[in-house]
């Protein structure tokens, strides 16, 4: 059987968060208004400074999608997730990206798994081989804008519950399976696989991984660490 190898995206593979590079450039396009984005900007700054919190960041993003993704274009959306990936598809991790590689020449069935918009999560993972990627899908209307609805949530918010089905679906192994997460939401499916990785882990993560005795790499400018 063929043995999965399973990756979170923001912050694992991709040096950043897909979500938030796909708001700022929403808002730099018109399709969100700029006083809308009021908060997120005090928020990043915060963040910039070490006086807030990275999550709290990343929230807002979140909530101003949902706020304002009712009523847009696809074909204007879709647009700007091809503009963020075209200028950031070369800001990945070396770990990570190396590891996709050598897993896809093992013949590993790789998987990812992104709270991000499944169209931005598409694009980006495209070339990197991935066979199959889950992102939040956002619902389209008959008239090709978006409804403000996002289809199965509480699935996609369960990345161990996606791993499950996909193995049962596929007809996978959890034998040799790989897994590869940086916070704690990823703690569930690195339960399940023989060999879990938490890189660039945050502190909820790292405590956990000592618990358990994981593997945690740590990528820092052009040195690669493992933690013991």
């Known amino acids: 059987m063929r043995k999965v190898a399973i990756f979170d995206v923001d912050g694992t593979i ?7 590079e796909l708001i700022h450039v929403l808002v730099e396009e018109g399709v969100i208004p700029k006083s809308a984005a ?8 915060a963040w910039q400074n070490r006086k807030g919190d ?4 990343v929230m807002e993003a979140v909530r101003l999608l949902r706020d304002y993704i009712k009523g847009v274009s696809y074909t204007d959306f ?8 075209g200028e950031l598809r070369d800001r990945v991790y070396r770990f990570t990206r190396d590891l996709v590689k050598d897993l896809k020449k093992k013949d590993y069935f790789l998987l990812a798994i992104s709270h991000s918009p499944k169209g931005i999560v598409d694009e980006f993972c495209k070339r990197l081989g991935f066979n199959k990627v889950y992102g939040m899908f956002y619902e389209i209307g008959p008239t090709e804008r978006f409804t403000g609805a996002i289809a199965d949530e509480h699935l996609i918010l369960n990345k161990a519950r996606i791993l499950e089905r996909v193995v049962g679906k596929e007809g996978l192994s959890l034998k040799g399976s790989v897994g590869v997460g940086d916070t704690e939401s990823d703690i569930p ?3 399940m696989v023989e060999k879990p990785i938490c890189f660039n882990p ?3 993560l790292y405590a956990h991984a000592k618990r358990n005795g994981w593997k945690v790499v740590v990528e820092r400018k052009d040195v690669i660490y493992q933690i013991q």
Request: charge should be positive.
């Open 14 to 20: 991709f040096r950043s968060s897909l979500h938030l």
């Open 202 to 204: 945050n502190a909820k």
């Open 189 to 191: 499916f690195l339960e």
């Open 38 to 45: 009021a908060n997120l900007a005090r928020r990043k700054i």
């Open 54 to 57: 990275y999550d709290a960041y």
């Open 78 to 85: 879709h647009r700007v997730e091809k503009i963020v990936v």
